[in-house]
């Protein structure tokens, strides 16, 4: 399975499959099909294929769905459903595009057929934490009480207990800004910090719920935008830039499928932190890899990587 490397030279880029090559090829062949509104036997095949290959690493398999959902729009997953109605990964596939189209305004996703989805799945892969995610996503989405979060959160730490897409979904699920409070995600991150491996898929969570607070502080603008330099001050945020500065762009130590989306967050952060050296270091480790998630907040997402990559290569 890939791992990201560094690489000298490297331009700029964004991909959603960042550096998994096996899911960038399907995912060309998914949006060729796509633009032409039909999906052919190769392409299901390929689609099996590159979903049943994972085995049982959860992580990689919820990160190439979810690109897969982003890439096929919606008709492609129902078709695929269609013609094979009891395979588990194209019922995945079709309630994870549900999920991304009922995040649109407009939207007209039946959420409740696509929890229907997502239970039907579940029967089908026991060990699978998948169905419990999206079943989890969805009734983020449906802006459910955070009181029923419990239950499913129990079904998926059974199943894998350090899946990253799991817990990004319950720090959004927990976040004042949709169906819990601040005092929840502290909650949350308490009930995880202690006993998360250091290289766990999850271990971006405590660093992405700082950004998220810093981003919700900054966003008002005023005094409160004035004072945001003193966030990245704070016990807490330093203890956290700290530990990850020092160990996740050392070669080899992040190994999940999306540990280049985490080096971008960490760099974003450094950055925001005024910790330029130590910036520098994180984005030569992504090898010019970019991810959307934070840059957009500030403008074009390329263009905010490229020019503090290109910032860090001066530095070599």
Known sequence: MPVFRRRKGSRP??????DDAALGQVRRRVETCWDRGSLDTAVMALLKDVLGE???DWDRKAHRLRVLAGSAGRALPSIWREHNPRNPDALLL????DVLQAGQQGSSIDLDATLATCRLAAELVPADPTPWTLHLATLRLQRRPSSELSGIWREIKAR?????EAHL??????SPDECGSSGQVLELLDSVRSAMPPNAPAVGLELAALVRSHQRDIGPGGMVALGAGEFWRRHDAVTVLDHAAHYWPGQGFLRHAQALADLNLLAYALIKATRPGEAAN????TGGMAAPWPWNVEGEPLE???HYYARARETD
């Open 13 to 18: 880029r964004m991909l959603p499959e960042l």
């Open 160 to 164: 894998d207990p350090w899946n990253r």
């Open 282 to 285: 994180v984005l030569r480790a």
């Open 304 to 306: 905010r990587f490229s």
């Open 54 to 56: 994972v085995g049982d």
């Open 94 to 97: 079709h309630a994870w595009s």
């Open 169 to 174: 979904q319950a720090l959004g699920y927990l």
